[in-house]
Antibody, heavy 116, light 107 residues
Framework: EVQLVESGGGLVQPGGSLRLSCVASGFTFSDYWMSWVRQAPGKGLEWVANVKYDGSEKHYVDSVKGRFTISRDNAQNSLYLQMNSLRAEDTALYYC?????????WGQGTLVTVPS | DIQMTQSPSSLSASIGDRVTITCQASQDISNYLNWYQQKSGKAPKLLIYDASNLETGVPSRFSGSGSGTDFTFTISSLQPEDIATYYCQQYDNLPRTFGQGTKVEIK
């Protein structure tokens, strides 16, 4: 069974940093692109970033470019999102998802709160 | 970025009703479109991929159609368990973008 378990969320002050993690199981992690998708409270879904199966290619939505870094450790079956210079508008539930176009599997999300 | 315009933003229908949601892309995305269902407090669930293909295990009352810029998602006979918000999402270009969602409620 495919499982994605996120962690690392919390309350952080504007300008602060946070590192999210996602541990994968139930599939060969190194075979798949992985993505982060976020959802602000009461709002819709926003794709944030994705990374190729070998980590050689990464893409970001414009609003996080230069502030967020997606990475992965295939030996640890883990996906990461390093978030720097956090803003109030980054407040959201962050989901880890398998895939780059079609996300068949999602984690339960980890909540990041940046007060205004 | 490709803009995805979904309508309506919400709807109320009776059990057994046919429900239709539309999604329009700001440019041609061929059939690179997915539909997701998100129930309250849960992660999204893939229902339809490549515009019209039903994901394994998803009830056949759900269907999708369209290509290019105009897409339709249909629930042929609304069931109580279909109460959720539905999102379209394009994956023709980066960044991937979602429609704003359609909240489906029971009348």
């Amino acid at each position: 069974e495919v499982q994605l378990v996120e962690s690392g969320g919390g309350l952080v002050q504007p300008g602060g940093s946070l590192r999210l993690s996602c541990v994968a199981s139930g599939f060969t992690f190194s075979d798949y692109w992985m993505s982060w998708v976020r959802q602000a409270p009461g709002k819709g879904l926003e794709w944030v970033a994705n990374v190729k199966y070998d980590g050689s290619e990464k893409h970001y939505v414009d609003s996080v470019k230069g502030r967020f870094t997606i990475s992965r450790d295939n030996a640890q079956n883990s996906l990461y999102l390093q978030m720097n210079s956090l803003r109030a508008e980054d407040t959201a539930l962050y989901y880890c998802a398998r895939g780059t176009g079609t996300a068949r599997h999602w984690g339960q999300g980890t909540l990041v709160t940046v007060p205004s | 970025d490709i803009q995805m315009t979904q309508s309506p933003s919400s709807l109320s229908a009776s059990i057994g009703d046919r429900v239709t949601i539309t999604c329009q892309a700001s440019q041609d995305i061929s059939n690179y479109l997915n539909w997701y269902q998100q129930k309250s407090g849960k992660a999204p669930k893939l229902l339809i991929y490549d515009a019209s293909n039903l994901e394994t295990g998803v009830p056949s009352r759900f269907s999708g159609s369209g290509s290019g810029t105009d897409f339709t998602f249909t629930i042929s006979s609304l069931q109580p368990e279909d109460i959720a918000t539905y999102y379209c999402q394009q994956y023709d270009n980066l960044p991937r973008t979602f429609g704003q969602g359609t909240k489906v409620e029971i009348k």
